[in-house]
Nanobody, 126 residues
Framework: QVQVAESGGGLTQPGGSLSLSCATS????????IGWFRQAPGKEREGVACTTMWAERTYVAESVKDRFSISKDAKNVVYLQLNSLKPEDTAVYYCALEASPLAGTCSVSRSVYNYWGQGTRVTVSS
């Protein structure tokens, strides 16, 4: 059974930073992608960043690329670093796994992701 789990959310002031983690288990192939998405109250879920797990290819959405970054470690935990946070970054952040991607890169299109975590809440408020 494939499991995806996010952690690291919380409350921070504007200008603050948070590091979100995404850990997966139960997926045996090395060919998969991890995507980060967020959903603010009353808004649609939007893609934030993604990474391939078998190659060094990443993508960060233009709207946040000067403040957010994505990385991974040797244990295949994927991190989303959130810097210079703004109140409009308040949302539930989700991690998702795309199994057996066809392209040689990753996408932040929700439709290609097969497994989703429960989300971790980020609140930016003074």
């Amino acid at each position: 059974q494939v499991q995806v789990a996010e952690s690291g959310g919380g409350l921070t002031q504007p200008g603050g930073s948070l590091s979100l983690s995404c850990a997966t288990s139960g997926f045996t192939s090395k060919f998969y992608n991890i995507g980060w998405f967020r959903q603010a109250p009353g808004k649609e879920r939007e893609g934030v960043a993604c990474t391939t797990m078998w190659a060094e290819r990443t993508y960060v959405a233009e709207s946040v690329k000067d403040r957010f970054s994505i990385s991974k470690d040797a244990k295949n935990v994927v991190y989303l670093q959130l810097n210079s946070l703004k109140p409009e970054d308040t949302a539930v952040y989700y991690c998702a796994l795309e199994a057996s991607p066809l392209a040689g890169t990753c996408s932040v299109s929700r439709s290609v992701y097969n497994y989703w975590g429960q989300g971790t809440r980020v609140t930016v408020s003074s």
